[in-house]
């Protein structure tokens, strides 16, 4: 595997269900970052990780819960979802943005959610 | 509060017709501007970062361009395989790691 992967690529889920998306990094990096990206809106910030720390929430509801256990693996854990919460959820990693500089994220393909 | 306008929403050209996208930016203290592409139902592929105003970088038939307030992408002879939407990004100063994006441009290239 190179790059960052994500699981699934697509989610099908009733607003009662809980559910995890999984993100895996394989660049080396120390950061992970959760986005929301909806029809017609631009990508979203959710959270920011760096060294296995929540340094970012972007005023998330709390029915959205990421995980960090290391620097290559983020997840997203979802419960009691809304329809309007239906989108694409994407992962990426950078090193840390405490570095300095530009700092290039890299982004996962993605998970689709559809919320019934 | 950071802020990314692109324009046009949406691009029609025939096949080896140049032409520019826009990315207009306010931001504290830029610490770099992004150029990604995206096709449909897929992430974001990196394509440059423009680090100050002056400064630009190729790839192929793409090559991207900085100033203080805006950000060109300038398509030189696009071919079909050139169309996707192209997302432009910015990290200010104040921001640890967020980048703020605009809406996109979608950009389609007749045969």
């Known amino acids: 595997e190179t790059g960052v992967t994500q699981t699934p690529r697509h989610l099908v889920m009733g607003m009662t269900n809980k559910k995890s998306l999984k993100c895996e990094q394989h660049?080396?990096?120390?950061?992970m970052y959760w986005y929301k990206q909806s029809a017609k809106k631009p990508l979203e910030l959710m959270f920011v990780?760096?060294?296995?720390?929540?340094?970012e929430n972007n005023s998330v509801p709390s029915r959205f819960s990421p995980e960090c256990p290391n620097s290559s693996h983020l997840f997203l854990h979802l419960h009691t979802l809304q329809p309007e919460d239906s989108a694409l959820y994407l992962c990426a990693s950078s090193q840390d943005p405490a570095s300095g500089g530009a700092v290039t994220q890299y982004f996962g393909p993605g998970t689709r959610l559809t919320v019934l | 509060e950071d802020q990314v306008t692109q324009s046009p929403e949406a691009l029609r050209l025939q096949e080896g017709e140049s032409s520019s996208l826009n990315c207009s930016y306010t931001v504290s203290g830029l610490r770099g501007l992004f150029w990604y592409r995206q096709d449909p139902g897929k992430g974001p592929e990196f394509l440059f970062t423009l680090y100050s105003a002056g400064e630009e970088k190729e790839k192929e038939r793409l090559k991207a361009t900085l100033t203080k307030k805006e950000s060109f992408l300038h398509i030189t002879a696009p071919k079909p395989e050139d169309s996707a939407t192209y997302l432009c990004?910015?990290?200010?100063?104040?921001?640890?790691?967020?980048?703020?994006f605009g809406q996109g441009t979608i950009l389609t290239v007749h045969p």
């Open positions: 990004a910015v990290r200010g100063g104040t921001s640890y790691g967020k980048l703020t």
């Open positions: 660049l080396g990096h120390n950061a």
């Open positions: 990780y760096s060294l296995e720390e929540r340094v």
